[in-house]
């Protein structure tokens, strides 16, 4: 295993923050957390991830505009990034998938749907 693995999670619901930083804590995964669209946009573009978690409906600026200024930008449009979705709502997934999201996890998600995320992009990480 080589270089680490880091994961943003934008979410303002500190329960479901400490749930995936609990859950990858065993693994070789740093987890950083936000809890506003607006301090999750800056982590994003001031660091280095390979995953970013983005729930949907966050205070003040909203996970799908996070999601297309993320994409708009060069510096971070590479990044994977899966919207966290509150309902299995067909409309919610196709407004973020046409924001430019690479996938999204329906809540409440269960850790190991989260875990299979995290192996399949490290064992891409490590083959690129
Ligand atoms: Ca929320």
């Given at each position: 295993?080589?270089?680490?693995?880091?994961i943003?999670v934008?979410?303002?619901?500190?329960v479901?923050r400490?749930?995936?930083?609990?859950?990858l804590?065993?693994?070789?995964v740093e987890v950083e957390c936000?809890?506003?669209?607006?301090?999750?946009?800056?982590?994003?573009?001031?660091?280095?991830f390979?995953?970013?978690?983005?729930?949907?409906?966050l205070?003040?600026?909203?996970?799908?505009?996070?999601?297309?200024m993320?994409?708009?930008?060069?510096?971070?449009?590479?990044?994977?990034?899966h919207m966290?979705t509150?309902k299995a709502k067909?409309?919610d997934?196709?407004?973020?998938?046409?924001?430019?999201a690479?996938?999204?996890?329906h809540?409440?998600?269960?850790g190991?749907?989260?875990?299979?995320?995290?192996s399949?992009l490290?064992?891409r990480k490590?083959?690129t």
């Open positions: 295993m080589g270089a680490s693995f880091r943003l934008v979410e303002d619901e500190p479901i400490e749930f995936v930083r609990s859950l804590s065993e693994s070789e936000a809890a506003t669209g607006a301090e999750g946009l800056k982590l994003a573009r001031s660091q280095t390979d995953l970013i978690l983005l729930d949907v409906v205070p003040q600026l909203d996970g799908i505009t996070v999601c297309r993320l994409k708009a930008d060069p510096g971070t449009a590479k990044v994977p990034l966290l509150a067909k409309s997934v196709e407004v973020a998938m046409k924001a430019g690479d996938g999204y996890i809540k409440p998600f269960r190991a749907e989260l875990m299979d995320l995290v399949t490290r064992a490590a083959t």
